[in-house]
């Protein structure tokens, strides 16, 4: 079973850029899809960005939320079990709990719903404010 730990979340100043990481343990990665999903006070959880499975015949497949495309980079570093989020021109509205989490069984079609996802990290707040 994998275990996911976040960091890297933080206060920031609107433009600014921050990168989450996701350390897993228990289990490679490899075999997983990724996916980062946050949450606001009083909103439900969305996702932001997530990434298909590794498994070296096809390239991964990723996806990102409309609001973040072109700012947001999702990636996996496949030897360090890791998965980060690279945030650049940060937003207010992008603050929220951020979370990872890991799934050997989502479907492509759903990549991005977190109902596909049975693992969990413990989130990492980002919060940007001036």
């Known amino acids: 079973q994998v275990q996911l730990v976040e960091s890297g979340g933080g206060l920031v100043q609107p433009g600014g850029s921050l990168r989450l990481s996701c350390a897993a343990s228990g289990d490679t990665l490899t075999y997983y899809a990724i996916g980062w999903f946050r949450q606001a006070p009083g909103d439900e959880r969305e996702g932001v960005s997530c990434i298909s499975s590794s498994d070296g015949t096809s390239d991964s497949t990723t996806y990102y939320k409309d609001s973040v495309k072109g700012r947001f980079t999702i990636s996996r570093d496949n030897a360090k079990n890791t998965v980060y989020l690279q945030m650049n021109s940060l937003k207010p509205e992008d603050t929220g709990l951020y979370y990872c989490?890991?799934?050997?069984?989502?479907?492509?079609?759903?990549?991005?719903?977190?109902?596909?996802?049975?693992?969990w990290g413990q989130g990492s707040q980002v919060t940007v404010s001036s």
């Open positions: 989490a890991a799934d050997d069984m989502v479907r492509l079609s759903r990549l991005c719903e977190s109902r596909e996802y049975d693992f």
